[in-house]
């Protein structure tokens, strides 16, 4: 698939792209690259790979600028991520593609996108910006999905919640290293190290590198919120547990006085009056009721029932 960088996206032949007419957007299998590399005449010290691709980078060449993008799948972070590589210099990119990730981004594009101003800068602008286009509303979606675990924690529904909450924060890790090794990659582009782009284009990629340093604080501020969400679970456990405890203790509390009584007059001695009175019994029924409600009515006042 071969593309010219005008008011649009325009699909075109590999002559075209060698042509020079206009920045060019190529997207190749990595045996298409190695069968027609020569043809994009790039200076290349570092050679992409679709293989083994762990990042998002990129590497300066002395005459061109390669790197490889590892992108989170947004739908099921559990699967795995999306690879590709590319090659870039002043005439155009080539993306070396093996599942077709980077030419849905490219379509998606040429859908999208009609420039007033088109350059080779801006259409990556609007690539790097396909990539997450969704995030924003993915971010406020985790932030709505916290606040009613929170709202349920509170309500005492917690125990279900909790491995959501460690799913959405294993999530938002993974998406602030991607935000991390993009405002990389960003940077690098802004650097222009090699003079590829126009000084007056390279606010694109600042404005890039911007979204991207917000983004990366979004998630960082909801991973922190899902730790004090995590904390409040804990709390919640904690009172809970001091409740219980609290109502042991009260339990214990009250029968010590009796247990005293019963161990008391279990010892069955031969002079004990007691034993000998017909009031006996009925008299240690009713001291030992009223030990029970004196105790219950003295726990009420302190409020530790």
Not at 99 to 128: N, Q, S, T
Not at 148 to 171: D, K, P, S
Not at 206 to 233: I, K, P
Not at 289 to 305: D, P, Q, R
Request: glycine fraction near 4%; proline fraction near 3%.
């Amino acid at each position: 698939m071969y593309y010219l960088i005008r008011e649009t996206l325009e699909e075109c032949t590999l002559e075209d792209c060698r042509s020079h007419e206009a920045p060019y957007v190529a997207v190749l299998s990595p045996q298409e690259w190695q069968e027609e590399k020569p043809d994009f005449d790039m200076g290349i010290d570092f050679e992409p790979t679709t293989k083994h691709i762990h990042n998002t980078k990129a590497e300066v060449n002395y005459d061109s600028l390669t790197g490889t993008f590892a992108i989170p799948n947004r739908r099921d972070f559990d699967k795995e991520e999306w690879h590709f590589a590319f090659a870039m210099d002043e005439k155009g990119i080539v993306f070396i593609d093996e599942d077709g990730y980077a030419a849905h981004l490219i379509r998606r594009v040429m859908r999208a996108k009609k420039w007033h101003m088109p350059c080779l800068e801006r259409f990556l602008y609007d690539f790097l910006e396909q990539i997450i286009y969704r995030d924003l509303s993915i971010l406020e979606g985790y932030e709505r999905e916290l606040d009613q675990i929170e709202t349920a924690i509170q309500e005492g529904e917690a125990e279900e919640h909790l491995i959501r909450v460690n799913e959405i924060r294993g999530e938002l890790r993974d998406l602030r290293i991607h935000y991390d090794q993009l405002i990389d990659l960003g940077q690098e582009l802004e650097e222009n190290e090699n003079g590829f782009f126009k000084e007056e284009n390279v606010r694109y990629f600042h404005l890039f590198t911007n979204r991207m340093a917000r983004l990366y604080d979004s998630a960082t501020s909801l991973r922190d919120y899902t730790m004090q969400v995590r904390d409040l679970y804990q709390a919640q456990l904690d009172i809970k547990q001091n409740r219980i405890m609290t109502v042991l203790t009260v339990v214990t509390t009250i029968f010590m006085p009796l247990t005293l009584i019963a161990g008391w007059y279990g010892m069955n001695f031969r002079y004990m009056p007691e034993l000998d009175s017909p009031f006996g019994y009925p008299v240690v029924i009713g001291v030992s009721l009223a030990i029970a409600i004196v105790s219950l009515i003295f726990f009420k006042k302190k409020k530790w029932l």
